[in-house]
């Protein structure tokens, strides 16, 4: 089976993959004009092949799948990429008749309506792409009957209802993609019987309910991005188990408790983001075990306590945000040896004692705010070494002395330091 241009249409035809002995790659371009899939007798037996009338036409304005009898025509497709065109109209239930296809690619146009029950027909299923259409109502439940599938995005489309729970099912899933939807209902339980999960994404939908404890069952996830729900409850101990997490983003949601001290088994993390919850508590002093942290943004929760000396272990971090807390106690000492640190915010907590003078040897840092602390003494003059720094806000502490000579070594500085009402 090859794919063809139109005749009437200007172009070299478009390629065509052999799969298996049987299958093909049918591909429709952005922008493309009409094609048709028909059957290439060469270089099999054309008995075998004389049958075959499958046809996949896009007439601008729809896609009609046509009828395909797999016992009559051993052949059929084997990948079928539709995407970045401008497709209308409904899936039709009869794509659940392709039964031989391995990858469905139809992102980027404007489909609407559900997606079909008969989708889980599609059992040798191993890639499902339909993101960025119009579709409304429900996940299948007959999705979970794909269980050789090993990526599924239906991020931006307008998803509704509850994640099914036989989503479980699918054992080979890596990753999965259900952002900026409107998917509502809990994290159903069955997400932990997805061992083989590497990458999830459900942010920016409706969801709402606690993180179930079985996440710490999927132990091979690198990204976890629930950010934008309505998720309640602490975070469960078992997250710390998840010991190839990469990057963790559960900010805009409604957690309470205390961090877990299990978050510093989180060794493999490079971004942690939990702002603007309620969380209550001391930052758990085993962050500093997380030395291959580059981000932290803990901000707007009502975190207490004093920021650990274990914070000083984090070579690797280039930012830190601890905003809009109730943070007390004095700046560590050890934030001087945080030397590839170059944006660093405090402000709005209750942080007392002096500036350390350790200060001055992060000398990457181009971004200080402490503005609206607790903060005496005077402003060291070590001060003078952060060269890079394009922005410093101390205002609204309780500094005392003059302002050091040092400070004029600040060539980077935007034209506004501010230092007023200190």
């Not at 132990?219 to 010991?243: A, C, D, F, R």
């Not at 004095?330 to 209750?350: C, K, S, V, Y």
Request: proline share 7%.
């Amino acid at each position: 089976m090859v794919v063809h241009r139109s005749p009437n249409s200007p172009g070299a035809p478009l390629p065509s993959q052999q799969m298996c002995g049987n299958c093909v790659v049918a591909r429709l371009y952005q922008n493309s004009p009409l094609f048709r899939v028909s059957p290439e007798v060469a270089p099999f037996d054309s008995a075998a092949a004389g049958h075959c009338d499958q046809e996949s036409i896009w007439d601008h304005t729809k896609l009609l799948f046509m009828s395909h009898n797999p016992s009559e025509c051993p052949l059929g497709v084997g990948e079928l990429h539709l995407s970045s065109n401008q497709l209308v109209g409904s899936l039709p239930q009869s794509i659940g008749q392709l039964k031989s296809l391995l990858s469905l690619h139809i992102s980027i146009n404007k489909l609407i309506g559900p997606i079909p029950t008969t989708i889980g027909n599609m059992t040798k299923l191993e890639y499902l792409y339909l993101s960025s259409n119009q579709l409304v109502g429900s996940i299948p439940q007959s999705i979970g009957q794909l269980k050789f599938l090993v990526s599924l995005d239906l991020s931006y489309t307008g998803r509704t209802g509850p994640i099914p729970i036989t989503i479980g099912n699918m054992s080979s899933l890596s990753q999965l993609h259900l952002q900026n939807n409107q998917i509502n209902g809990s994290l159903p339980e069955e997400l932990g019987q997805m061992i083989q999960l590497q990458d999830l994404d459900l942010s920016h939908n409706k969801l709402i309910g606690p993180i179930p404890a079985t996440i710490g069952n999927m132990t091979k996830l690198e990204y976890l991005e629930l950010t934008s729900n309505q998720l309640v409850g602490s975070l469960p101990q078992l997250i710390g188990q998840l010991k190839y997490l990469c990057s963790l983003d559960l900010s805009f949601n409604q957690l309470v408790g205390s961090p877990p001290q299990s978050i510093g088994q989180l060794k493999s993390l490079f971004s942690l983001h939990i702002s603007i919850n309620k969380l209550i508590g001391p930052i758990p002093t085993t962050i500093g075990n997380m030395t291959k942290l580059e981000e932290i943004v803990l901000s707007s929760n009502q975190l207490v306590g004093s920021l650990p000396q274990s914070i000083g272990q984090l070579y690797s971090l280039r930012s830190l945000d601890l905003s809009f807390n109730y943070l007390i106690g004095p700046i560590p000492t050890t934030i001087g040896t945080m030397l590839n640190l170059f944006q660093l915010h405090l402000q709005n907590n209750q942080i007392n004692g002096s500036l350390p003078k350790e200060l001055g040897q992060m000398i990457q840092l181009q971004d200080l705010d402490l503005f609206h602390n607790k903060l005496v003494g005077p402003i060291p003059a070590t001060i003078g070494n952060m060269t890079n720094l394009e922005y410093l806000n101390l205002s609204s502490n309780q500094l005392v002395g003059s302002l050091p000579q040092s400070i004029g070594q600040l060539k980077s500085l935007f034209p506004f330091i501010y230092l007023l009402t200190s």
